[in-house]
């Protein structure tokens, strides 16, 4: 797989999902700052809660930009069979006879996106399922608990 091209895509979602989010907000800033939104009564929250979510929104908005900052600047690494999970692995892993593909990324964790017919999830070390890939190599099993239940992934193909 060209993870350049899956980059590509990333960096086209993030962007996309950062114009709807700014669309959002714009809508709700303008909700809160709106003649309607003061309080007719020491009861009335709507201008708080919709400064609130404003807030909300302005910060993920952030977030978005660093992440579009952070893929722009991204140096990738191919890895082979031999070469242990780290940060820019694209991994296969199969459960319980279904095939799974995760993207490894310091942050922005939760994405999905679809590249060459294939579901591509970001996940970052630090969660459950990629702390239990890290420095593991294809053909290797990653065990994660979650509470009483043990789940294990066995690495397929690593790129």
Same mark, same amino acid.
Request: hydrophobic residues 40%.
């Given at each position: 797989m060209d993870k350049t091209k899956l980059i590509?895509?990333?960096r086209a979602q993030l /962007?996309?999902?950062?114009?709807?989010l700014k669309e959002a907000a714009l809508a709700t800033y303008e909700a809160a700052t709106h003649e309607e939104s003061k309080p007719e009564n020491?009861?009335?929250? =709507?201008?708080?809660?919709?400064?609130?979510?404003?807030?909300?929104?302005?910060? =993920? $908005?952030?977030? $978005? /930009? /660093?992440?579009?900052?952070?893929?722009?600047?991204? !140096?990738?690494k191919?890895?082979?069979?031999?070469?242990?999970?780290?940060?820019?692995?694209?991994?296969?892993?199969?459960?319980?006879?279904?095939?799974?593909?995760?993207f490894i990324m310091a942050k922005g964790g939760g994405l999905s996106v679809m590249f060459e017919g294939r579901s591509i999830q970001v996940i970052t070390p630090n969660s459950p399922l990629g702390e239990a890939l890290?420095?593991? =190599?294809?053909? !290797?099993?990653?065990v994660v608990e979650t509470g009483e239940q043990v789940r294990e992934y066995e690495v397929i193909h690593v790129w």
């Open positions: 590509e895509t990333i /962007e996309k999902d950062m114009a709807v020491e009861y009335d929250t =709507r201008g708080l809660e919709a400064s609130y979510l404003a807030g909300a929104q302005a910060k =993920r $908005i952030a977030e $978005i /930009e /660093e992440l579009l900052v952070i893929y722009k600047h991204l !140096d990738v191919n890895f082979g069979p031999d070469d242990k999970i780290n940060s820019t692995a694209l991994v296969e892993v199969e459960y319980n006879g279904k095939h799974s593909f995760f890290q420095d593991l =190599r294809q053909g !290797d099993i990653a």
